[in-house]
């Protein structure tokens, strides 16, 4: 079983800054690709940032130049870097993973959301 923990929401100030976490923990074998998603209330959810395991990156291009999306492949852990943020930022962020765990399964995992509120 291979779980996702996020850690990192909150409310901030329009222009703020967050940084979101997000370690995988269980039968872990390798990840491939980690991701962020976001989902506002009434809204679809939809894909914020993506990186591979070797480090390759991509952004929806509403936050393009804002978030940055990093990883610790050590720690199993992604991690999203959010600058100048603005109201329309506001969501649930949640983590997301390809997992190939020990048993050679391929999952995709995600973690539980993680709240973030910009206030203007």
């Known amino acids: 079983q291979v779980q996702l923990v996020e850690s990192g929401g909150g409310l901030v100030q329009a222009g703020g800054s967050l940084r979101l976490s997000c370690a995988a923990s269980?039968?872990?074998?390798?990840?491939?690709?980690m991701g962020w998603y976001r989902q506002a209330p009434g809204k679809q959810r939809e894909l914020v940032a993506v990186?591979?395991?070797?480090?390759?990156?991509n952004y929806v291009d509403s936050v393009k130049g804002r978030f940055t999306i990093s990883r610790d492949n050590a720690k199993n852990t992604v991690y999203l870097q959010m600058n100048s943020l603005k109201p329309e930022d506001t969501a649930v962020y949640y983590c997301?993973?390809?997992?190939?765990?020990?048993?050679?399964?391929?999952?995709?995992?995600w973690g539980q959301g993680t709240l973030v509120t910009v206030s203007s």
């Open positions: 997301n993973a390809a997992v190939v765990t020990t048993m050679d399964r391929y999952l995709e995992v």
């Open positions: 990186i591979t395991s070797g480090g390759n990156t």
């Open positions: 269980g039968s872990i074998f390798s990840i491939n690709a």
